[in-house]
């Protein structure tokens, strides 16, 4: 009514607000009652601007329900002249918007998002900055990860570059960066399809390997 309180509803309104018909006069409730907190302003500015100013609205927002869960819905109000208590009054109609294809889809496209930021940084946090294959850290946890498995063989190395000092005061770290890729290129792709790779730091790296356990395995590894 004129004074935004809530009167004669139908049972759609309660599957989507979980309010009935009594709760109309227990709670006295308002428009803004359906509205959570933080977006009750921006809410109160935009039937302003289409139901008070046009007539008419209509409006995507988030609606509080009795029991307290948000739910996403679109609502279109119509504005009329109510004869018999001689002030306006707003009609609205109220769609629940939370199985909508357009709301599936964009959920999808940010649930899809979410992951491909969540992987990059991921990705980020394990690999080493210089040499792009597995840091420190993340070598070890990959590590611990496969000696929970049963029935496999485990290798593991650990090799550091000789002389590597004297290379980088001869020729500069420049070059001495591109010696460490090119070992870490070098080791990492002869471990790959059998293990992985790390750079434990400065000129150490290491691999593990890790294969089902058959008959031919330790042969395979030796030659590997």
């Known amino acids: 009514d004129s004074t935004s309180r809530v009167i004669p509803i139908d ?36 039937v302003s601007k289409t139901v008070f100013e046009t007539g008419t609205g209509y409006i995507e927002h988030r609606l509080r329900r009795k029991d307290g869960f948000i739910r996403n819905v679109f609502c279109l109000g119509v504005r009329k002249f109510d004869v018999l208590s001689k002030s306006n009054h707003v009609r609205i ?3 629940d918007a939370e199985n909508t294809i357009a709301i599936n889809a964009a959920r999808k496209v940010a649930r899809e998002s979410a992951v491909r930021s969540e992987n990059r940084w991921k990705e980020y946090l394990r690999k080493d900055s210089m040499t792009g294959i597995l840091n420190h ?3 070890i946890n990959d590590i611990e990860s496969e000696l929970l498995k049963e029935n496999r063989i485990f ?27 090119l070992v870490a290129n070098t080791l990492n792709q002869k ?7 790390g750079r434990l730091g400065g000129d150490e790296f290491a691999a593990f390997i890790s294969i089902p ?5 330790q042969a395979f590894i030796k030659e590997q």
């Open 155 to 181: 290798g593991f190395m650990i090799i550091d570059v000789d002389y590597f000092k004297q290379y980088n005061d001869s020729y500069g770290h420049m070059e001495g960066d591109q010696m460490l890729r």
């Open 11 to 46: 049972y759609n309104f309660t599957g989507i607000t979980g309010y009935e018909k009594e709760d109309l006069y227990k709670y006295q409730l308002k428009q803004t009652d359906l509205i959570p907190g933080e977006d009750i302003d921006v809410y109160m500015n935009l």
């Open 93 to 95: 109609i109220v769609i």
């Open 213 to 217: 356990n058959t008959d031919n395995a």
């Open 191 to 197: 471990v790959e399809s059998i293990g992985f790779a």
């Open 137 to 139: 850290e993340a070598f």
